[in-house]
């Protein structure tokens, strides 16, 4: 019997526990990692809503950049030292936010409005595969404080038909 193996979406706007509001400029902010071990997600699309806030027009480099982390033991080791909770990232020795995949630069350009970051892979920013555990770290370069933000991702299946 033929048949195709085609993607499959799965359930929308899944929440990355990552604390955005509040992220200063220069801040750093691991979310909580999230568990692919029952799912087994051949990929997760990861976007963000960036609300800048209402104390001037953003500055600098007008960026915050999007980064992904990850294990292969099981949630003992993470990629860059992170810790797989959501955590400010990068005052505790070993964490280098160099040691992660880069996925996407989210630029703004304008105070209070909410900007639709990209739909990011998880799967391409480590090499066309999804980790067992894996979350998202967000630097913030927009030379202020964030408003009212959120993260959030869609896993995507295969499915026989």
Same mark, same amino acid.
């Given at each position: 019997? +033929? ?18 509001? *509040?992220?200063?400029? /220069? ?52 990629? *860059?030292? +992170?810790?797989?909770?959501?955590? /400010? ?12 995949? &880069? ?14 970051? /990209?739909?990011? &892979? ?9 980790? +067992? ?15 009212? &933000? &959120? ?11």
């Amino acid at each position: 019997m +033929a048949g195709d193996i085609k993607g499959k979406l799965g359930t929308t706007n899944q929440a990355i526990t990552i604390t955005l509001t *509040g992220l200063a400029d /220069d801040g750093v902010r691991a979310s909580t990692a999230i568990v692919n071990t029952g799912n087994l997600f051949l990929d997760c699309l990861v976007q963000l809503l960036i609300h800048t806030g209402n104390v001037g027009a953003p500055a600098g480099d007008k960026n915050l950049l999007v980064y992904a982390y990850g294990t292969a033991n099981d949630g003992t080791t993470y990629s *860059g030292g +992170a810790t797989g909770t959501d955590a /400010d990232y990068g005052a505790v020795a070993g964490q280098l936010i160099t040691n992660c995949h &880069s996925m996407g630069i989210i630029h703004v350009d304008a105070q209070n409005e909410t900007f639709e970051s /990209d739909v990011f &892979s998880v799967a391409s920013a480590f090499g066309g595969v999804v980790p +067992a555990k894996w979350g998202i770290i967000v630097k913030d370069q927009i030379g202020q404080t964030l408003g009212a &933000s &959120s993260a959030f991702y869609q896993g995507i299946y295969a499915q026989y038909t």
